[in-house]
């Protein structure tokens, strides 16, 4: 986008966003969401609270339209499967674990003898209460992704890979694994559709996973044979979803072929975040997730990023607009040992980072220091004298939804529910973006 567009763009968002949003109710009555909503909820979370339940009183659950569980993993062997292992899988978290009363969507504690237990039977609940609501499992993330290379290699190899994450998270053929838990059937009707979240085709992600040249090309005739067989599934009665999250780097990016794969897909995922972060622990300190190109940022490293950037880079590429969901960080990245600069912190070198570098909104919120906010660019930061942490506003998220409405894209992604307050202010903010 020409600067010149940008900042007009910007100027029209700053403008609208103080208009006020029509009340709208959350319930069966509602009138639809506009715009998809989607928002990850995280297998481990439930060992912090972070329950289906949690979601549910908090308000998250009207306002969105898919919930993706992030993770499931991928075997050695290309197949969807479930297990108890420390790093491979965490199948009591996903199935097993009796839920009691207290934590419970709907108040009724599991049951010793029920096949269906643990987070799969408060989706079941959740989607029940919320009938706007769909479930979508997310395959592989920063850690699982090692061996999607693998899967995708050949035909064969595809066309087993896909089957089984059918069978296992669809038809809901869960593994007893040596208790009651799971059997033929017992978590079909949970998921919606499955969400690839392979990170990253051709390298750049976790150290050890497997890499080919090819990767790019074969990730295309993956998510063709995922859209083959979803769509024999469902027949002419149901449409199961076939999502992806994709990343923000333009070099990864490049290595997609997005427009061949948009005709597979119901939408993709931008990750439009960790533009910057604890990689660069003495700074400059930046945005992490800024929706327009600043041309003062100084970095060496992802120089002028910006959200805008790259939805505009894959629109370039081919991918519809109404296919583009625009994601957003419900986290922030912290430096210590700042400066003020003249610029209350930013662009400004660090001694290191903050409190690990990486918090939650929820905590963030609570910090001291003053919020800055830089409509221009779409950016807010706080600082109090030594530490800047990069974050988002709900009032930037605000804005961010309305810019997905204004360019016409598909809606808007969260990483991830967990990290939302217990007001649900960061899925409200959102919600008032896109109505």
């Not at 969105?64 to 420390?86: K, Q, R």
């Not at 044979?225 to 990864?252: N, S």
């Not at 961010?400 to 899925?427: E, F, H, I, P």
């Amino acid at each position: 986008m020409p600067r010149r567009t940008s900042a007009v763009l910007a100027v029209a968002l700053a403008t609208v966003l103080a208009a006020p949003a029509a009340a709208q109710a959350h319930d069966a009555q509602a009138p639809r969401l506009k715009g998809q909503r989607v928002g990850y909820f995280t297998q481990w979370g439930v060992y912090s609270g972070a329950t289906a339940r949690r979601v549910q009183e908090t308000g998250q659950a009207g306002r969105l339209t898919v919930l993706n569980y992030a993770f499931g993993n991928v075997s050695a062997d290309g197949t969807c499967f479930e297990a108890n292992g420390a790093g491979v899988g965490d199948a009591w978290a996903d199935y097993q674990r009796p839920v009691g009363a207290d934590e419970s969507v709907d108040g009724v504690a599991d049951t010793a003898d029920q096949p269906l237990k643990g987070n799969f039977n408060q989706l079941r609940k959740l989607k029940a209460k919320n009938p706007q609501l769909k479930a979508v499992v997310s395959l592989g993330g920063w850690t699982w992704s090692k061996y999607f290379s693998d899967a995708a290699a050949t035909d064969a190899s595809r066309k087993k890979f896909v089957a089984s994450c059918i069978d296992l998270y669809l038809k809901g053929n869960l593994p007893q694994l040596g208790s009651v838990e799971g059997g033929a059937g017992s978590a079909a009707g949970v998921f919606d559709g499955i969400d690839i979240d392979w990170e990253y085709p051709g390298g750049g992600g976790d150290a050890g996973n497997v890499v080919r040249p090819e990767d790019g090309h074969n990730y295309t005739l993956l998510m063709q044979e995922f859209r083959r067989q979803l769509d024999a599934l469902g027949g002419r009665h149901t449409h199961y979803l076939l999502t992806a999250a994709v990343p923000a780097g333009e070099d990864k990016a490049d290595r997609l072929e997005v427009a061949k794969v948009a005709r597979s897909v119901d939408w993709l995922n931008l990750m439009t975040y960790d533009l910057h972060g604890p990689w660069e622990p003495l700074g400059p300190t930046n945005h992490q997730a800024n929706l327009f190109s600043d041309s003062a940022d100084p970095s060496p490293q992802n120089a002028g990023y910006s959200a805008d950037r790259v939805v505009r880079h894959y629109l370039a590429k081919g991918l519809p607009p109404a296919k583009a969901v625009l994601g957003v960080p419900f986290y922030g990245y912290g430096w210590t040992g700042v400066p003020d600069g003249g610029k209350a912190g930013l662009y400004q070198p660090a001694t290191g980072l903050a409190q690990g570098g990486n918090l939650p909104y929820n905590r963030i919120k609570d910090l001291p220091g003053t919020v800055h906010r830089d409509w221009l660019h779409g950016a807010t930061w706080k600082y109090d004298g030594t530490e800047f942490w990069t974050y988002d506003t709900p009032e930037l998220l605000t804005l961010k939804a309305r810019y997905t409405r204004l360019l016409g894209l598909g809606g808007v992604m969260a990483w991830s529910l967990d990290n939302d307050d217990a007001q649900g202010s960061l899925v409200a903010a959102l919600d008032n973006g896109l109505r």
